[in-house]
Structures are given as C-alpha cells and as structure tokens.
C-alpha cells in the first residue's frame, strides 16, 4: 500500500480536485491508539490496489487534528478514529471506522 501523507488543508482541496480521476481514500490514524494501529495493519494487509486505481492517504490525527474537522466540515461525515473515507467526484461516497473499515466495500465503491 502506498501511503501518500496528508499534512495541510490545501492538500485537501487538491484532494478533492484528484478525485475527479481516480477514487482516493483517507485514513484518519490516530498514532496513540491500539484499536487504529491494529485497523491499519488489517487495511494494509488486505489493500488489493494500486494508485491508479485508488489513491490513498494517511493522515496522522494527533498531529493533524485541524486537517480531520476540515475533512468533516467538507464531507459532513462525523469524526471518528481510526476512519475511512473514500472520495469520488469530490463526495464522499464510503465512510467507516474501526472494524468496520472495509476493503472489499472500498473497492464495490470505488
């Protein structure tokens, strides 16, 4: 799986703009939690796709927690963690958490 870091929230609205041609996922993780490390491995382990098929983003809550409440104003989902959301066309057309969080559904969607 390769993580493209998510670390501003310019680089949200360009998120937006790349979802127009190709799905992309973020992953909100908080660093300092055992249920988000073991959804994160468990997403890892499964990811079957490569970038252009879906591109994926990491974002690291604890020290990005500002990016996260921009990311639920933006696609009015509530803040959860760990959580995943996948953007299509700018909407958030998935969104899950903890383990909840599934591969296959992202790829039904995607």
């Avoid at 799905?23 to 382990?45: G, Y």
């Avoid at 927690?65 to 959580?83: A, D, K």
Wanted: with cysteine.
């Amino acid at each position: 799986m390769n993580w493209t870091t998510l670390d501003s929230e310019e680089q949200l609205k360009s998120i937006i703009e790349e979802s127009a041609s190709v799905p992309v996922l973020i992953f909100k993780h908080s660093t300092r939690c055992s249920i988000s490390t073991m959804a994160k491995s468990r997403l890892e382990r499964q990811w079957n796709f490569d970038d252009e098929n879906i591109k994926a983003y990491f974002l690291d809550l604890i020290a990005h927690r500002n990016i996260s409440s921009q990311i639920e104003e933006t696609f009015g989902v509530q803040h959860q963690s760990p959580q995943a959301l996948l953007i299509k066309n700018g909407v958030c057309v998935y969104n899950d958490s903890h383990n909840a969080i599934s591969v296959a559904e992202i790829g039904e969607v995607a």
